[in-house]
């Protein structure tokens, strides 16, 4: 494990599930070298920023590293023994819907596999769900209702072979980059290949696309009922395959064939689209048999994303367009293991591979488990399972690897909710998130690098995570830790793992047990593994499931002859009735808040703001707005803008831009308190959720918008972490040798050199020199602070947020003895020398920033990205910049 041959992995963030040759240089450091494996199918050796920057997420700092209870460090017998006699008198005395656990879908196969089998089988609840609920839920209600099962047909080759490529609700060159990266190098290769993007904004994936619909939010299921009656119109239906293998295609149609869907005057109405734009998608959809449709969250996280998924789904079948080359529906799921969680049955409301709670299946997932006490019934989902936590149904809660405070929707209710709870455990490899905060019992996890299992990406295929550090402190595997549990509660025959070899062959011979068309038909069937030694569980390559006698190798694609998993083998056509977005605007609340992802950061930034090179892209919360309306507002740009809706507030710096629709604002789901002092959006996000799924509709919250009125606006650099607590507005980032801090106050200071002193002093004690300007009457303060000829922190302190570019200034802490020079240029933020600063990053790979990308360009002429690669190495990396280096040329 610590030498330093190379071993074969895979990524820690989305979904894509790209494989990663990892090769420890110093095991004493940590220090790895990381690279894409050019031998997994998910990526063929590309990576994205984030999973090219993976090497600096391993660093200790920050870690829990050993088990506390009420913040003090305990052994893990005490830790163990405690949460065994939590969760036994919490059963004993309120019975077992009084106990939850929330799991992750950063979590590995095995883990989740364990703490199922925990809750559903042994502690007698099904209270047991997981943030993919929050992610791809839809797709599984969607996947069920038509094929019978939650299964997604097929793989990412299909996106190289199509000749329509349709992403909706998809960011995909920021969210799922190595997939964009496949797609942009296959239209490459073959320009006739069309891209089409259905968002309401325009994103980075535009870049690609022959035509972006920028429709208006929540009305994808308008757009696709009215392609299928498009269709049917024209004959354009695969009608034996509709015969051989649907059924429900009649009722489907109808609804279709509804006034609002029934031609593409009413659809572009409804959309908000233009007809011409509406009458190219479909007439491209209609002549292109090869067409994949892409999905993801904009899709999902809808109070009818089931629908949704269902309206996209009924297109393929009643095309025949889905198992085959190049053909499909295709749900990009956002988590890393979300897949995985599925088999196992981490959803609240599946039992154990693919099985649901029909008695039949009940029965036999307790025999097969040897269970002492089967849940019979499926438990509460993730909104409702914190409601429980709030009005004190669920007692005792056990979180593992997430951060609900931050990710869920009604974010302060799960935070009060969680701080009345006495009984909150939570297991993470962090100390400290916004969640850990309300931990009664903190319980040390591993971590990437460290663990060791399987994960399962967005077409099915399942690939080992291997360990190639060891367990920093006491750090156990979630598996061990839930196992070491149930054995304390006396459930010791049925968790007695050694490894996770051997949770993974249990599961595996779970998943073909009386899996047969007479008993329980599931094609989730990996019992063609069930029988792998330690050796050759180490050595498992990437397979896509089914993996059993009929396809030992794996399979591709399913459904191309149908075999769907519904009573009478058929899939279903769902008749779909498009619903809006339930929050309302108004007057009182005028704009549509969106939520999601940005290129560089993953989550609730644990793991990628320890990377220096990930927060230099985007360094605080932002909220994108229309031009038209900041002007209405007198918002500018960069001012600070508070957004409050019936649930909770953020302040948020404002980004004008017309990628945005007027009366639409976007805000990233990443910051949290540790990062921030009001920039979590999940306070803001309506709770309410999809009917099939329970999924969060954290695409649309009706909110307000105002300028926030500062008095005074700042930055800071600082080689030491301070402490900001009662500013109303800042936010931190992690340099490679300093923090890096966005402040802006209310009242005003009366003494600024004072205030610097106090927060900025070295904690030596030791005196240090300052340089100082101030200007009383303009309301300007600078200052830095010296260690010898070593800047240690400095201070810029304005009445706007017009204040110096940060690069340079950042520059200066790789310095161990600034020049004459650059004492001088300090306090006016900017190089005396003719040393040019870089600006804002936007190549992360090989830290190039905006101003010497413009500077290039204008200077050297350069009008390709490929000639802005060979100038400055820009985009030659990872290529997730490629889209804004296109926006800059
Ligand atoms: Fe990791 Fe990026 Fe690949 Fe996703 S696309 S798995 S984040 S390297």
């Not at 995909?172 to 239209?187: G, L």
């Not at 968002?199 to 035509?211: F, H, Q, Y």
């Not at 595997?477 to 993974?504: C, E, K, L």
Request: aromatic residues 8%; charged residues 20%.
């Amino acid at each position: 494990m610590t030498s330093n041959r190379t071993l074969n992995t895979t990524c820690a963030y989305c979904g894509v599930g790209c494989g990663i040759q990892a090769q420890v240089l110093d095991a004493a450091t940590r220090q790895t070298r990381i690279a894409g494996d050019p031998t997994h199918p998910a990526n063929f050796g590309r990576l994205c920023s984030k999973g090219a920057a993976l090497a600096d997420t391993l660093t200790l700092q920050g870690r829990l590293l050993h088990p506390e209870v009420n913040g003090e460090t305990v052994s893990w017998d005490a830790a163990l023994d405690l949460v065994a006699t939590t969760l036994s008198a919490t059963l004993r005395e309120h019975g077992p819907e009084s106990v939850a656990f929330y799991l992750s879908g950063q979590l590995l196969t095995e883990d989740y596999y364990v703490a199922n089998k925990l809750m559903k089988g042994f502690l007698g609840s099904a209270n047991v769900d997981t943030n993919s609920r929050l992610c791809m839920s839809s797709s599984v209600a969607g996947h069920k209702r038509a094929f019978g099962a939650d299964i997604v047909p097929g793989c990412y080759e299909d996106l190289e072979l199509a000749d329509l490529i349709i992403l909706t609700g998809s960011n995909t060159a920021w969210c799922h980059p190595v997939v964009y990266q496949r797609i942009k190098a296959a239209k490459q290769q073959r320009p006739q290949m069309k891209v089409v993007v259905i968002d309401p904004r325009r994103t980075a994936t535009c870049d690609i696309a022959d035509l972006h619909l920028p429709l208006q939010p929540g009305t994808d299921a308008w757009l696709f009922n009215g392609l299928l009656a498009y269709l049917a119109r024209l004959g354009a239906l695969d009608y034996e395959y509709l015969e051989q293998h649907t059924e429900g295609f009649g009722r489907a149609i109808k609804a279709a064939r509804a006034e609002d869907t029934a031609d593409i005057v009413a659809v572009a109405r409804h959309c908000g689209l233009k007809e011409g734009e509406v009458a190219a998608f479909y007439d491209w959809f209609r002549r292109t048999p090869k067409t994949v449709t892409a999905y993801s969250q904009g899709v999902n996280q809808s109070s009818s994303g089931s629908d949704k998924v269902n309206a996209i789904i009924n297109c393929h079948l009643a095309t025949g367009r889905i198992g085959k080359p190049g053909m499909g529906p295709f749900s990009l799921t956002g988590q890393p293991n979300a897949m995985g969680g599925r088999e196992v049955g981490g959803l609240a409301n599946q039992l154990a591979a693919h099985m649901d709670f029909t008695p039949d299946n009940v029965e036999r997932v307790g025999r097969f488990w040897n269970a002492a006490r089967m849940a019979s019934q499926p438990g509460l989902k993730a909104v409702d399972l914190f409601d429980a936590v709030a009005d004190g149904r669920i007692k005792a809660i056990w979180i593992m690897g997430t951060n609900p405070v931050v990710s869920m929707p009604d974010a302060d209710k799960v935070a009060q909710a969680l701080s009345r709870c006495d009984k909150v455990i939570v297991s993470d490899c962090i100390r400290r998130t916004d969640t850990t905060e309300y931990a009664n019992i903190l319980l040390p996890a591993l971590g990437w690098g460290e663990k060791d299992g399987t994960v399962t990406n967005s077409e099915r295929r399942i690939s080992r995570q291997r360990a190639f550090l060891p367990a920093p402190g006491e750090a156990k595997a979630d598996w061990w830790i839930v196992s070491a549990v149930a054995q304390r509660m006396g459930f010791g025959a049925a968790f007695n793992y050694r490894n996770s070899r051997d949770i993974f062959i249990e599961h595996a011979a779970l998943s073909g047990f009386e899996n047969t068309p007479e008993q329980t038909e599931r094609v989730f069937d990996i019992s063609a593994l069930e029988t792998l030694t330690d050796a050759a569980y180490d050595a498992l390559e990437p397979i896509q499931w089914p993996v059993n006698a009929a396809t030992p190798q794996g399979a591709a694609r399913l459904f191309e002859d149908g075999g769907y998993l519904n009573l009478n083998h058929k899939a279903l056509l769902l008749p779909i009735t498009p619903q809006p977005p339930q929050g309302k605007r108004d007057e009182r609340m005028p704009f549509a808040l969106n939520t999601g992802r940005i290129r560089d950061q993953w989550h609730t930034m644990t793991r990628t703001a320890l990377a220096p090179q990930l927060n230099a892209h985007l360094c605080e919360p932002y909220c994108a707005i229309h031009p038209h309306d900041a002007q209405r507002l007198g918002v500018a740009q960069n001012d600070l803008v508070r957004l409050r809706s019936h649930y909770g507030a953020l302040i948020a710096r404002a980004d004008l831009t017309d990628e945005q629709q007027p009366g639409q604002l976007f805000v990233p789901m990443h910051w949290t308190a540790q990062f921030s002092a009001a920039g979590r959006v999940g306070a803001l996000v309506n709770p309410v959720t999809d009917p099939h799924s329970g999924q969060p509709e954290s695409k649309h919250t009706p909110v307000t918008l105002e300028r926030f009125e500062a008095a005074w606006h700042g930055f800071i650099f600082s080689r030491e972490e301070l402490n900001l607590e009662g500013a109303p507005y800042w936010t931190k980032i992690r340099g490679a040798r300093f923090y890096r801090y966005e402040i802006a106050g209310v009242a005003s200071v009366a003494d600024w050199s004072q205030w610097a002193r106090a927060l900025l002093s070295p904690s030596d004690q030791s005196e240090g020199e300052w340089l100082e300007y101030q200007d009383s009457a303009s309301g300007k303060y600078r200052s830095a602070c010296f260690a010898g000829d070593r800047l240690t922190a400095c201070l810029f302190i304005g009445p706007t947020p017009d204040l110096p570019e940060r690069s340079w200034l950042a520059s200066l802490f790789d310095l161990e003895a600034l020049t004459h020079n650059d004492r001088l240029g300090l306090l006016a933020g900017v190089p005396r020398s003719d040393a040019a600063h870089a600006g804002r990053t936007i190549c992360a790979c090989f830290g190039v920033g905006e101003n010497t990308l413009r500077q290039a360009i204008r200077d050297q002429g350069l009008q390709t990205v490929e000639a802005i690669g060979q100038c400055l190495n820009a985009g030659t990396n990872c290529g997730s910049c490629i889209p804004e280096l296109q926006k800059l040329l």
